[in-house]
C-alpha cells in the first residue's frame, strides 16, 4: 500500500485509512482484532478512533480506544500512526459545543489512558465551537503539543472559513497549525437537511480550500456507508443511508453518478469500491480515505482499492463536472 507523509509532519501513513468506530463494541474483539491484522499484513499503518466511540452501545465511550490498545499491547505493531479525537458534544446536547480546555483536555486525557499510550500521534477536534475564538483553540493545542500529549493536531467537521482562519493564525505564531481536516466525503452528495447540523461535509468552498492550500483531507463515510454497491447489489438501502443518499433532494444526482460509475466499471475493470476510493484518493491534494468495512470480506475489498488513484478527467467525469 502507498505510504505517504503528511505535509508539515514526520507521520508517514497509508494511503487509506482504517476506522475503527465500531471495534469492541458493534463488532466483537475477534473480529476486530481480524481486521486490525488482515489492515496491517496489507501495509495499513493509519488508525483512526474517538474518545466519543461508542458511546451509543452498550460497550460505551472509549471501547474502539481501549480495543486499540488491547490490540497495540498483543501485536506491538511496528509504525502504527493513531489518529484520535476529542471536543464532542455530548450525544444528549449536540448543540452544546465542548472547546474549554477542561472539556478538551479531559477528552485527551481519558484518550491517552484507553489507548495507553504517552503521546496521540494526530489529535482532531472532533467539532468545532463557532463561540470560541480559533486563537484560544490554537493555544490550548500548542500547550498539547509542548506537553507531549499529542504530537500533530487537526480539524474534523469544520467550516471552510474556519479552518482558513486557523491557518492564518497559525502563520501568525510561526506553528503548524491544523496539518489535515476529515470532512464526511464521498463521490455520493449527502442530505443532511434532518440530520446532525454540527457535521460540515465536504464542499465546494472547502474544495478550493484543500486545492490552493495543499491541506490533506482524510475523509470519513468514504463509501456513503456503501450506497453505490448496495445498489449495484439489488439490496435494499437501510433506512438512514436512504434518508442520507437517496432523499428526492440528492437522489438524481447520486443515480446520475452511479450511473456513470457502472460505465467506467465496464470500461476499466475497477469495482465500485475501486472507482469510489480511487475518485476520492484522485484530486489534487492529499487525500487518505478512512474506510469503514464491518467484516473480513468488507475490509479484503476496500483494501483492493489502495493502489488506486483516478484520472483528473475521471474524477470530473464522474462527478458529472466535466
Ligand atoms: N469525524 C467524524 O465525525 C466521523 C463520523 C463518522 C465516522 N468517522 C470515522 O470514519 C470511519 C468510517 O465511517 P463509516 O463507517 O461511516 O464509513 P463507510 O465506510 O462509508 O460506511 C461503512 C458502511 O459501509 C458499508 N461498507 C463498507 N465497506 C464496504 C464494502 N467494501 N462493500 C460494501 N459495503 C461496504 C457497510 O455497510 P453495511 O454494514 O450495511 O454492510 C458499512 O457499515 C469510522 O469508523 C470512524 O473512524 C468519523
Redesign the pocket.
Known sequence: MEILTLPHTDLKVSGLCL????FGADISEADSFAMLDGFVEQGGNFL???AI?ADWTPAGKGSSERLLSKWLSARSPQDIVIAS?GAHPELHSMAVGRMTPQDVEGDLNASLGNLGVESIDLY?L?RDDPAVPVEEILEMLEGFKSAGKVRYYAC??WHANRIREAQEIARKMNVAGFVAS?P?W?LAKPDLTGGDQT?APMNDELLALHGETGLPAIP???????YF??IADGKEL?AAVAATYDSEIVRPLNRGRFSRLQTLSAETGLSL?QLVLGWLRGHEFPVVP?????SVG?LE??LRAADVKLSAQQVAELAGTA
Open positions: 476506522g475503527t468506530a465500531s483512526d478512533t474517538a466511540y479525537k482532531y472532533h474534523s467537521n476529515q464526511l464521498s457535521l470519513y463515510t468514504s463509501q456513503a456507508n456503501g454497491q448496495k437501510k469500491t478512512i474506510i469503514g468495512p464491518q468488507q475489498d476496500s
